[in-house]
């Protein structure tokens, strides 16, 4: 699924929550840019700029808005915010049943 907002995805390696947004992400088949930041110094520039001064990542880029370490709810939210009309799915609503930890523990996915 494409979103016409863009989605840009700034990253570094051995990064685990990196890896664990670029899965969801991969699991709902949402179209990403993926910008290394120890690779592409203006990416990190742009990172530094979105997280006031660090290099916080994963930092979503998502039409021109940055999203620090966000969900992919948080993601998904944004997109469905700046463009209604998305074919991506809407953010889900959190229940502690659903939990990222139940998740965690039981290998179960959404």
Known sequence: MTSPAGITVY???GCLFCSS???ELDQWSIAYDASNIWEHPAAAATVRAAAGG???VPTVQVG???LVNPSIDEVLATVHEL????SLPPPETF???DSWMLRLLTGRRR
């Open 64 to 66: 021109a808005r940055f």
């Open 95 to 97: 229940s502690w049943g």
């Open 54 to 56: 660090n290099e916080t």
């Open 11 to 13: 990253w570094r390696p």
């Open 83 to 86: 463009d209604p009309h998305t």
């Open 21 to 23: 947004l670029f899965r």
